[in-house]
T-cell receptor, first 113, second 112 residues
C-alpha cells in the first residue's frame, strides 16, 4: 500500500458527459502527478503539481481536461464532454521533495460508451 | 527531450530460468533511471532506481539492473525467476526535474 488513494476505482459514462476523479496523496507528498495509461502502453504524463501550483501540463492534455490541487493536498482531474478516446486508466502519483520515487495509486478506470 | 524504448513487449520464460528485460533511453542530460513493476490488478511500484554511484543497482525480489552510459541502456535482470514474477515491467527516465517518462512496458510471463 503506497498510501495514495484514488476514487472512484471505476467510472462508466456516456460520451459527452463530464467526469471528475479524485486523488489523495499522503501528507508528505508535496509533488503530485497525473498520468494516463491505455492497454499495452506505459503511463503517459498529463500534469504535475508542486504543492498547489500546477507547474507543467502535457500537450496531450486538451482544454477539456482540467486539474486542481487546492491547498496542496488532494487533487481532482475533470474531463468535460468525454469522448470514447478518453477511455483509459488515470493514475495519480505522489512524491516528496528531492525524492525521485513515485508512489502510485491504484488508478481510476474510465470507460466512455 | 527524453524517451525510453523497451525492446521487448513480451518475454515468456520458464520458472527458475534467468531473464533480462531490455531498456534503452535517450536524453541530452544526466538521468535518473527506474524500473517499476505492475502486478495484475495492482498499481505500479518501484523495483529499483539508479541515481548516481555504482552502475549495478539491486532492487527488491532479487532483481538488479546495470546502467551503461555508453550504450544508454538500463537492462533489468534476474538470475532465477518465479511464477510470482509474472507482471508488467516499466522502465522510466527522469532528468532530475519533475517529469518521469515511461516506456511502453514488457510483459514477463513465467511458465511452470
Amino acid at each position: 500500500d503506497t498510501g495514495v488513494s484514488q476514487n472512484p476505482r471505476h467510472k462508466i459514462t456516456k460520451r459527452g458527459q463530464n467526469v471528475t476523479f479524485r486523488c489523495d496523496p499522503i501528507s508528505e507528498h508535496n509533488r503530485l502527478y497525473w498520468y494516463r495509461q491505455t492497454l499495452g502502453q506505459g503511463p503517459e504524463f498529463l500534469t504535475y503539481f508542486q504543492n498547489e501550483a500546477q507547474l507543467e501540463k502535457s500537450r496531450l492534455l486538451s482544454d477539456r481536461f482540467s486539474a486542481e490541487r487546492p491547498k496542496g493536498s488532494f487533487s481532482t482531474l475533470e474531463i468535460q464532454r468525454t469522448e470514447q478516446g478518453d477511455s483509459a486508466m488515470y493514475l495519480c502519483a505522489g512524491s516528496g521533495s528531492g525524492n525521485e520515487k513515485l508512489f502510485f495509486g491504484s488508478g481510476t478506470q474510465l470507460s466512455v460508451l | 527531450a527524453q524517451s525510453v524504448t523497451q525492446l521487448d513487449s513480451q518475454v515468456p520464460v520458464f520458472e527458475e530460468a534467468p531473464v533480462e528485460l531490455r531498456c534503452n533511453y535517450s536524453s541530452s542530460v544526466s538521468v535518473y533511471l527506474f524500473w517499476y513493476v505492475q502486478y495484475p490488478n495492482q498499481g505500479l511500484q518501484l523495483l529499483l532506481k539508479y541515481l548516481s554511484g555504482s552502475t549495478l543497482v539491486k532492487g527488491i525480489n532479487g532483481f538488479e539492473a546495470e546502467f551503461n552510459k555508453s550504450q544508454t541502456s538500463f537492462h533489468l535482470r534476474k538470475p532465477s525467476v518465479h511464477i510470482s514474477d509474472t507482471a508488467e515491467y516499466f522502465c522510466a527516465v527522469s532528468d532530475g526535474g519533475f517529469k518521469t517518462i515511461f516506456g511502453a512496458g514488457t510483459r514477463l510471463f513465467v511458465k511452470a
